[in-house]
């Protein structure tokens, strides 16, 4: 079974730092793009950071220069680097990757971790 799994999430301090990790389990043909994504109660799902499977970024403007988003292709992880947090990142956290399947088809299907609750206290 195919499965995101995303760690790393707990309570930081406002400018302090956090590292959240997001591991690809089950058997894949190969990772597409993949990023982070978060949410807040009564909003909808937003993107923070995305990468290609060349490495290539991009971030949000509201954590562009804070947040640091990496991928390990050969251990098919991602990690988003979170530094000097501020109380407006509280959010659930979600793992995103478009992942192919069957060497048959290129087709790649989309598929979510589980979320990870980021918090940050003043």
């Known amino acids: 079974q195919v499965q995101l799994v995303e760690s790393g999430g707990g309570l930081v301090q406002t400018g302090g730092s956090l590292r959240l990790s997001c591991v690809v389990s089950?058997?894949?043909?190969?990772?597409?793009?993949m990023g982070w994504y978060r949410q807040t109660p009564g909003k909808e799902r937003e993107l923070v950071a995305t990468i290609t499977s060349d490495g290539v970024t991009n971030y949000s403007d509201s954590v562009k220069g804070r947040f640091t988003i990496s991928r390990d292709n050969a251990k098919k992880t991602m990690d988003l680097q979170l530094n000097d947090v501020k109380p407006e990142d509280t959010a659930v956290y979600y793992c995103?990757?478009?992942?192919?399947?069957?060497?048959?088809?290129?087709?790649?299907?989309?598929?979510w971790g589980q979320g990870t609750q980021v918090t940050v206290v003043t």
């Open positions: 995103n990757g478009q992942l192919r399947l069957y060497r048959a088809t290129e087709f790649t299907y989309n598929y």
């Open positions: 089950g058997s894949i043909v190969s990772i597409s793009g």
